[in-house]
């Protein structure tokens, strides 16, 4: 579910979540981005790990997504590796594309 918010000139688009398959389970994480003027902001990741290795990755994942997307337009945004993590970047692409769906609704 994707709810969205309007603050000033601030609109935050949250609660949207992606999946992504590891070899030994699906794993999904849930992706919060704060835009203002087209460009993000902020950017929150939170993950629910299903394997000590996912919780490894996802959370080399979440400690580097600010660096690849605050600054950045929204229709930029399409990572593909984030610190180590290849499989994670799936579960955020497909969260950002529904987000960038409700955006343009």
Known sequence: ?????????EMCIRDSDGSYQTPETVETISVTLTVADGLVTDVEVTGDPQARESEQYQGEFI???ADEVVGKSL???????VAG?????????????SIKEQAAA
Do not use: M, W
Request: proline fraction near 0%.
């Open 1 to 9: 579910e994707i709810s969205a918010c309007l603050v000033g000139s």
């Open 63 to 65: 400690g580097g997504i």
């Open 75 to 81: 229709d930029d945004i399409e990572v593909s590796r």
């Open 85 to 97: 993590s290849s499989l994670t970047s799936g579960g955020f692409n497909e969260a950002v594309e």
